[in-house]
């Protein structure tokens, strides 16, 4: 239960969820640039869950996206990551939940446009020295496409 004393005020709660939005997209962007030591980096302190795999550390998740997405040609996986419906709940000065949509779209030569997968983000936050990070991010898959391109093996974890 959060007391009086723990209750963020209006402004802290607009910072935090401000802050938890840009975590959102910063993921989502640095997915579709192939900026993968970037997420790595981005997670480094979070549990990273994508169906029943869990995979925590920093190295442990760089491998993960390393070795479980394809890169293409630019040295991206050719996906642009949409986020929307993004619900931001602070529980307190040092504690944050969200729960939003996505859907990713692809081409490739051989592949026209086309959404290849959709479903949820649900993510932990927390403010840690003043800033605001990852602890969970849960990745469910709920309509899928050709995912063919993307994907480049089952997902499975990496030792480490």
């Known amino acids: 239960m959060i007391t009086d004393a723990a209750v963020p005020s209006a402004i802290e709660r607009l910072v935090a969820e401000s802050e938890v939005r840009r975590l959102l997209a910063t ?48 040295d991206t996986p050719r996906t642009w990551h949409s986020v929307s419906n993004v619900i931001v709940e602070v529980e307190s000065e040092t504690a944050a939940s969200s729960i939003c949509y996505f859907t990713v779209h692809q081409e490739l030569p051989g592949l026209p446009l086309q959404p290849i997968v959709t479903g949820r983000y649900i993510d932990r936050f927390e403010c840690h020295d003043g800033t605001w990070r990852f602890v969970l991010r849960e990745v469910e898959g709920r309509l899928f496409g050709d995912v063919s391109k993307h994907v480049a093996a089952p997902a499975e974890a990496s030792a480490g």
């Open 27 to 74: 993921y989502a962007q640095n997915l579709d640039y192939g900026l993968v030591d970037a997420n790595a980096d981005l997670l480094a302190h979070a549990r990273f869950k994508v169906g029943d795999v869990i995979v925590e550390g920093r190295d442990a998740i760089a491998r993960f996206l390393r070795t479980n997405l394809q890169y293409h040609i630019d």
